[in-house]
């Protein structure tokens, strides 16, 4: 990879969808104003999705499965209720990739050497590429703005499943 994110601090991630490319544009904004653009195929969003929610399932410890996927549930709601979904994508600041946005070939998902987070590197055939080091309240707003752009696209993909149903079920475990 060209591009290595160990230096970029991310202050805005946005999600659209390319009706002619039939891609999803994943964008980032940097603190230092640089912007990364990267094509998302229907492909590679089929198998992301269910990676990133069983990446974040295993970091909620509970015995029970349906115990877990509730805490997961309340873990996904605070995280995306303490964002601001609202704010327009600043588009001011300079391209990394002066051409077109990458279409990515493959997406790694890798632990983070401090095991406090995961690396998510987003390669291209061509050798170029960005890392997005993300702790888990970044992948919980991830997933929430794919779970928004999805049923806009008509390709038919779930959403990423990590909505609970228990909410007024009472389970005890020992």
């Not at 600041?93 to 790694?108: A, C, D, H, N």
């Not at 590197?121 to 993300?134: D, H, I, P, T, W």
Request: a negative charge.
């Amino acid at each position: 990879m060209t591009e290595d994110s160990a230096s970029l601090v991310i202050e805005q991630i946005n999600l659209s969808y390319d009706l002619w490319q039939d891609r999803l544009i994943f964008r980032l904004r940097t603190r230092d104003s640089t912007l990364i653009d990267v094509y998302l195929t229907r492909r590679l969003i089929k198998q992301l999705l269910p990676a990133l929610v069983e990446l974040l399932g295993g970091t909620v410890l509970a015995p029970d499965p349906a115990i877990r996927q509730e805490l997961l549930a309340y873990e996904h709601q605070e995280s995306v209720g303490a964002s601001d979904f609202g704010q327009p994508f600043n588009e001011e600041g300079i391209t990394l990739f002066e051409e077109t946005p990458i279409l990515v070939s493959e997406i790694k998902l890798l632990p983070h050497v401090d095991g406090l987070g995961w690396k998510v590197a987003f390669e291209e055939k061509e050798g170029r590429g960005v890392v997005l080091n993300a702790d888990k309240n970044m992948l919980h707003n991830i997933i929430k703005l794919f779970n928004n752009v999805l049923p806009s696209t008509g390709w038919d993909l779930p959403a990423a499943q990590v909505d609970g149903t228990m909410a007024s079920t009472w389970h005890t475990t020992h």
